[in-house]
């Protein structure tokens, strides 16, 4: 068990649809975060919550929506994405520390037709 | 601003030779530095971390030493396995405001060891 589980692990959709992406964190953290994962790119940061306060927002369009309803659950929700999109997306959490290690799920591949 | 670079791959090692994979930062401050590990079809999972500089992070055979002076935290394990194939990231905390922290990862280096 990772003690951070993104459901769905796979989504395929189409330009006009509207999906929303689930992480659940099972080891008491106060941060998380969401991440884009392309191919020969490096990871990119999209948002990050504190105490359920978004803290950074990478410049990230307008057609990506997080949601943190508690310090627990962290949603992103999609509406009509690009095939450029299409990526593995990494949610993390963290305690709020300097030292703190991030811990990542398995990732939610996603495939814009 | 903060960043951190890592060797270009692929790596392609036999088992059981050596592997580093290099490691250099630019921050201010002082971060922290972490590994972290990815296996195909998973997320990134903490490998090591040092805090302070000298520190030496381990774990699973690997190791890493966190060096000021060259601002390097070179990754090296003395005997590679099939099972170490993966993509490493080099990373560091940086301080985002608002009392978060956030991580800066390298572009990651992937490995391949063969039988």
């Known amino acids: 068990e990772t003690g951070v589980t993104q459901t769905p692990r796979h989504l395929v959709m189409g330009m006009t649809n509207k999906k929303s992406l689930k992480c659940e964190q099972h080891l008491g953290h106060n941060a998380m975060y969401w991440y884009k994962q392309s191919a020969k790119k490096p990871l990119e940061l999209m948002f990050v919550?504190?105490?359920?306060?978004?803290?950074e927002n990478n410049s990230v369009p307008s057609r990506f929506s997080p949601e943190c309803p508690n310090s627990s659950h962290l949603f992103l929700h999609l509406h009509t994405l690009q095939p450029e999109d299409s990526a593995l997306y990494l949610c993390a959490s963290s305690q709020e520390t300097r030292s703190g290690p991030q811990h990542f799920g398995d990732g939610t591949r996603l495939s814009i037709l | 601003g903060n960043s951190v670079t890592q060797m270009e791959g692929p790596v392609t090692l036999s088992e059981e030779a050596f592997l580093t994979i290099n490691c250099t930062y630019t921050a201010t401050g002082y971060p922290s530095l972490f590994w972290y590990v990815q296996y195909p079809g998973e997320g990134l999972q903490l490998l090591l971390k040092?805090?302070?500089?000298?520190d030496k992070g381990s774990n699973k055979g690997f190791e890493a030493t966190y060096r000021k002076e060259t601002t390097s935290f070179h990754l090296e394990k003395g005997s590679v396995q099939v099972s170490d194939s993966a993509v490493y990231f080099c990373?560091?905390?940086?301080?985002?405001?608002?009392?978060?922290?956030?991580?800066?990862f390298g572009k990651g280096t992937k490995l391949s060891v063969i039988p």
């Open positions: 919550y504190s105490l359920e306060e978004r803290v």
């Open positions: 040092a805090t302070k500089a000298d």
């Open positions: 990373a560091l905390s940086r301080d985002s405001g608002a009392g978060s922290y956030q991580l800066t």
